[in-house]
């Protein structure tokens, strides 16, 4: 579950990447943790892909099978 919006820094095909099903709450609290933790904008641009790592651990650090789907736990 980790955004589009890095495919650059994370390479590979989106559509090959793991994805869930959520409702529009899951959603919602799932991508504000995102922005928080990586703004829109020139974060995105420069983050690195050991930054998205570690702000995924940080934000699913509670859902340990996110994480093991990511191949991060």
Partial sequence: MIEQRFVY???GNVNDWPTLVLTRSEHTVSANA???????????????KGQI???A??????????L???GLG
């Fill in 53 to 55: 790592k570690d702000a």
């Fill in 68 to 70: 093991n789907g990511l």
């Fill in 34 to 48: 995102w922005l928080e933790a990586i703004p829109r904008g020139s974060g995105t641009l420069d983050v690195t």
């Fill in 57 to 66: 651990r940080s934000i699913y650090a509670d859902h340990a099978e996110i």
């Fill in 9 to 11: 820094q994370m390479g």
